[in-house]
């Protein structure tokens, strides 16, 4: 009779278990979608489940690692995006269901002038100048989130700066330099405006 010890038995049971997985048919596995979408500009075409969150698409599939992932509930802002320039949680949408928009990362806000080099956005310089970052986690989610609001209103007060990036989380700069950030990017925007 063998005798076989705890340490060998849960050994013995882990390697059938890879062994059963590794076994598996096909079938098994979810079946994988060609997703095409426009992202930063450019048209992008990849392999994905349908259930595949736009955000997870970004990162793993597209290598763009500039939105962050956080609670994964849409609650913290970090994976925010600008789908056709409205600022989205990309951990509430399919990647299937961004296929007909035009979809703007963190990356693709800096504009890209005639020599081909880009040049920061005016919400990225007014992060810089105004010290709005720390750990930068959720700077993606700030940047793209205030982008977007910009457009909309493009000479905000201190009270609107704060109502615009209230659904946002920070857990490190306690908010004052991000809504200088506001204002700065602000003036930074109608600066390059008169100068264009």
Do not use: W
């Not at 849409?74 to 269901?97: E, H, K, N």
């Not at 020599?115 to 940047?143: D, W």
Request: proline share 4%; with cysteine.
């Amino acid at each position: 009779m063998i005798e076989l010890t705890q340490s060998q038995l849960t050994q013995s049971q882990l390697t059938q278990s890879q062994l059963t997985r590794s076994q598996s048919t096909d079938t098994d596995a979810e079946p994988l979608l060609e997703i095409v979408m426009r992202v930063n500009g450019v048209m992008h075409t990849a392999m994905a489940p349908a259930r595949r969150l736009l955000s997870d698409f970004l990162r793993h599939e597209l290598r763009l690692t500039g939105t962050h992932v956080g609670c994964e509930h849409g609650v913290c802002g970090a994976c925010t995006v600008l789908v056709d320039g409205a600022p989205m949680r990309s951990c509430l949408m399919f990647a299937v269901t961004a296929q007909d928009y035009e979809i703007t990362t963190v990356e693709g806000l800096a504009p890209v002038e005639g020599t081909g080099v880009s040049t920061m956005s005016p919400v990225q310089q007014a992060f810089i100048e105004s010290h709005g970052l720390q750990c930068g986690f959720c700077t993606p989610g700030f940047l793209t989130t205030i982008t977007a609001y910009l457009q909309e209103n493009p000479e905000p007060t201190e009270a609107d700066a704060r109502e615009a990036i209230s659904g946002n989380l920070c857990r490190c700069t306690g908010y004052q330099n991000i809504v200088k950030a506001v204002l700065r990017a602000a003036e930074i925007t109608q600066e390059r405006g008169a100068g264009a």
